[in-house]
């Protein structure tokens, strides 16, 4: 079965200091993985995607298939990263698929 | 753009009550979703619907049923409500695997 582990349920780091969260999968198949976040008070909305290999906010993501991870990196991160960031997995078989999140990891970014 | 419109925003239920959560997307995506959002279990899928006419559980789908009513419409029963469920629930729509979610505001429901 399809699973996406978040080791790090709180995350706290000071402005300008480098962040990183993690994310690994299991699936056997070939994933489409994506991180959302969730800003206090807002809706769940998609920050990056791995096939589209973007940088927003700062943020990147890079997928290893030897290691199973996707961790999420911004080099100086700042008071408004703070929020709720959460690793997805998209599989699908035959015609359907779902998408699977992690457990979440809340992110504090103190001045 | 209305995007993914959830209602009620906020519920009180007595255990053993039933009510329906609604959720109504505007563009034309084939893939919906519903979700439970509890402290330190993140995101758990409760149901998913892949297409019109089709429905298939997610992790969590006891005490739950769910109705793609049409392309735009997805909506979650709860039959006979327990305290287990109080939680927000969130509803989602995607065109494909490799295309983003949109979300709904969420529903916070808390059953007493």
């Known amino acids: 079965a399809q699973r996406v582990t978040q080791p790090e349920k709180l995350l706290s780091v000071f402005k300008g200091a480098p962040v990183e969260l993690k994310c690994n999968y299991s699936?056997?198949?070939?994933?489409?993985l994506f991180w959302y976040v969730q800003y206090s008070r807002q809706r769940l909305q998609l920050l990056l995607r791995?096939?589209s290999r973007e940088s927003i906010k700062g943020f990147t993501a890079d997928l290893n298939k030897g290691e199973t991870s996707f961790h999420l990196k911004k080099p100086f991160a700042q008071e408004e990263d703070s929020a709720m960031y959460y690793c997805?997995?998209?599989?699908?078989?035959?015609?359907?698929?779902?998408?699977?999140f992690g457990k979440g990891t809340l992110l504090t970014v103190n001045p | 753009n209305a995007g993914v419109t959830q209602t009620p925003k906020f519920q009180v239920l007595k255990t053993g009550q039933s009510m329906t959560l609604q959720c109504a997307q505007d563009?034309?995506?084939?893939?919906m979703y519903w979700y439970r959002q509890d402290p330190g279990m993140g995101l758990r899928l409760i149901y998913y619907?892949?297409?019109?006419?089709?429905?298939d559980k997610g992790e969590v789908p006891n005490g739950y049923n769910v109705s793609r009513l049409n392309k735009r419409e997805f909506s979650l029963r709860l039959e006979s409500a327990a305290p287990s469920q109080t939680s927000v629930y969130f509803c989602?729509?995607?065109?494909?695997?490799?295309?983003?979610?949109?979300f709904g505001q969420g529903t916070r429901l808390t059953v007493v």
């Open positions: 619907s892949a297409s019109e006419g089709t429905t």
């Open positions: 791995h096939i």
């Open positions: 997805a997995l998209s599989l699908s078989g035959g015609s359907n698929y779902k998408l699977t």
């Open positions: 699936y056997s198949g070939s994933p489409e």
């Open positions: 989602a729509s995607a065109w494909d695997r490799n295309t983003e979610a949109f």
């Open positions: 563009m034309n995506h084939n893939s």
